[in-house]
């Protein structure tokens, strides 16, 4: 059917799952279902959910019994997905409120379209917005994604469709979104990008990309899961390294 579904994975994430909900449920343009994958969270994450689920009907639970990791959470609220348009965005991450009409109205523009991402904002653990925001270009190919990965997974409006041909993969040595956004770029071609920071992305020193070293060697794992050449990987690699620094130096330059 035609709509939009939200999928948000959900591992303890009680202290912010109610303000990425509360800013899904506040866009411009209507939600058409919006499914909380549960990945057998230990503190009070699925008490916030049976919460919301109890006041709006478009609110899915999804409440796993084995923890599965973050890729397979989306990948399993993509197969549970209603609608033809998948919207993902994580457990600490919120959206400004026209984020998706914004994006809908690049759909409806082009139907050659099959992803659409948005600059980002930055927030500490803290609350604290940072100065810095990320901006992208207004359209993005394969090539030019290997330098660097643009497409936060957060921002993202994209044809279901091209998510059933691409599952994001669940190797937890890699960053599984970026290798995602790789395959469906060689499927459709390119994507395109909205200049806003309609994504306020939180900063977490928990997260895999939170190491630094570790987020490092990822990337290069992740080229080569994605099947690029050593030498194409190693060149794309480099430039990877340097915008990677000069992005987090600004952000906590900021």
Not at 22 to 40: G, H, K, P
Not at 187 to 199: D, H, M, S, T, Y
Not at 232 to 253: C, D, N, P, Q, T
Request: aromatic share 10%; charged share 25%.
């Amino acid at each position: 059917m035609t709509g939009i579904s939200v999928v948000i994975p959900c591992y303890n994430c009680e202290k912010t799952l109610g303000r990425t909900i509360d800013s899904v449920l506040a866009q411009t343009v209507r939600v058409d279902e919006i499914i909380l994958v549960d990945d057998v969270s230990k503190d009070g994450t699925l008490s916030v959910i049976r919460d919301y689920e109890a006041k709006d009907a478009r609110i899915r639970v999804l409440a796993k019994k084995e923890n599965g990791g973050v890729a397979r959470a989306r990948n399993d609220g993509v197969k549970a997905a209603g609608f033809d348009l998948i919207a993902f965005v994580d457990s600490d991450d919120f959206w400004a409120e026209s984020k998706l009409e914004k994006q809908l109205a690049v759909m409806k523009s082009d139907p050659s379209v099959g992803l659409v991402f948005t600059g980002s904002a930055f927030i500490s653990e803290e609350g604290k917005m940072f100065d810095y925001t990320l901006s992208v270009p207004a359209k993005i190919t394969y090539n030019d994604l290997l330098s660097q990965n643009l497409i936060s997974c957060s921002s993202v409006l994209v044809k279901k469709e091209l998510m059933e041909h691409n599952p994001m993969p669940t190797d937890k040595d890699i960053h599984e979104d970026f290798a995602t956004w790789l395959a469906v770029l060689k499927e459709c071609g390119f994507a395109v990008g909205i200049n806003e920071p309609l994504l306020i992305y939180q900063i977490s020193s928990k997260s895999k990309s939170g190491n630094k070293l570790y987020a490092v060697k990822m990337q290069w794992r992740t080229y080569r899961c994605a099947g690029v050449g050593f030498f194409k990987a190693a060149k794309h690699f480099v430039i990877y390294a340097y915008r990677s620094l000069k992005k987090y130096g600004g952000i906590y330059k900021s």
